[in-house]
């Protein structure tokens, strides 16, 4: 041994007799007390400050932990090293031990979010991309077992260093829970608060598991791309939109704006007529309640016929009734694979729900329908 090391032990053993940590960076964890050889001097006195535990750890092996409190080292409270140590009527000083402090305040605020999509399955979509990002708090709930688990040997142990660890496992539950809901895509942005909370449960034990615990954790946002978000709302539309109204609505403006072309002053006079008795006529069967009166046909002007009124099917899904819709929605329903050719289906004047594929006038969705050749031919 070096004339060097003799002082730096000479100075160990009179000086270095108040074993502590400080924190200035807020953001570590886990800091080892460093010392010369790990050597402890006897009745050395330990100070744990609130939010802080100190571990010790014999060989890799975890040994004595102390809560917040000061404290004279010596075998009456050092059980677990005593008994690992082998003393029996106490110890020489020094003796050789490593000293953890381990930070056990709240860390608020951390990040996460999903870096690659999250393919979910949607029955009206197929398969869709959601992303989702938020915050979450965890604390260090048992020392020794976090020390020894994740923080191994490194002296000084951050928060960027537990976050690294503690999204990976997030984003993997996250999208465990996610998938397993089963939810229509839309409902996972419209709630997130019971997302959060569900995600918070299936992730605690795995936390645990390493001596954390998770405080709090919150879903920010779930996103999919602006195309989903497009068909979505068409979708919600025409779910609850009265096809039949607005076919009339609009067929009353077409009138209007064609007789304003053809006929000059005549023309728009009579276009302006009938569009605004075909306006009263709609409003009256759209507001009934207001109890508005008929309104009579301005004189000299030439009434339409009655609008061909549209067939509307209804139609059966997983054994629900759905529907009514118009032909061409339920043809848009059978190209997105909705409805299928054994789906059952009734409208007006059916005696039972029959399967699509034996409806004369929706046999054309099968396809495969070619005209016989033209006489003479």
């Known amino acids: 041994m070096g004339i060097f090391d003799e002082i730096k032990k000479k100075l160990s053993h009179e000086f270095i007799d108040i074993i502590e940590w400080l924190d200035n960076s807020n953001d570590t964890i886990v800091h080892r007390f460093e010392r010369y050889q790990n050597e402890i001097k006897n009745n050395a006195k330990l100070i744990v400050r609130e939010g802080q535990v100190a571990v010790f750890i014999n060989e890799g092996q975890l040994a004595d932990v102390f809560q917040p409190g000061t404290y004279t080292l010596n075998t009456k409270n050092l059980p677990i090293l005593t008994t690992l140590k082998g003393w029996k009527y106490g110890f020489d000083s020094p003796f050789k031990a490593e000293v953890y402090f381990v930070n056990t305040r709240l860390f608020t605020d951390e990040k996460w979010g999903t870096k690659n999509p999250v393919m979910l399955s949607d029955e009206r979509f197929g398969l869709t991309e959601i992303r989702a ?163 009579a046909p301005m004189q000299g002007a030439v009434m339409p016929p009655p609008m061909p009124v549209q067939t509307q099917y209804f139609y059966a899904v997983n054994g629900q009734q759905m529907g009514p819709v118009t032909f061409d929605k339920l043809k848009e329903l059978f190209a997105n694979r909705t409805i299928n050719k054994d789906s059952l289906l009734w409208k007006q004047g059916m005696a039972n729900w029959t399967a699509l594929q034996e409806i004369e006038e929706l046999k054309s969705f099968l396809g495969g329908n070619t005209p016989p050749p033209l006489p003479g031919v």
Not at 166 to 192: C, H, M, Q, W
């Open 133 to 295: 990002f938020g915050t979450y708090s965890f604390r260090i709930k048992d020392a020794g077992k976090f020390v020894v688990d994740v923080v191994g040997t490194d002296g000084n142990f951050t928060n960027y260093e537990v976050n690294e660890h503690l999204k990976s496992l997030i984003v993997t539950r996250f999208t465990d829970t996610v998938g397993e809901a089963n939810l229509p895509i839309e409902l996972y942005a419209a709630n997130t608060s019971e997302l959060s909370e569900t995600c918070k449960e299936v992730m605690q034990p795995e936390f645990e598991r390493v001596g954390i615990e998770l405080e709090k954790f919150y879903i920010e946002n779930v996103s999919m791309p602006e195309e989903l978000k497009k068909e979505i709302f068409e979708y919600s539309r025409l779910d609850k939109l009265d096809m039949g109204k607005l076919t009339q609505f609009k067929t009353a403006k077409a009138i209007e704006a064609a007789a304003k072309n053809e006929g000059g002053t005549a023309g728009a006079g009579m276009g302006m007529g009938m569009g605004f008795v075909l306006a009263q006529q709609m409003g009256g069967m759209m507001n009934p309640q207001m109890g508005q009166q008929p309104v």
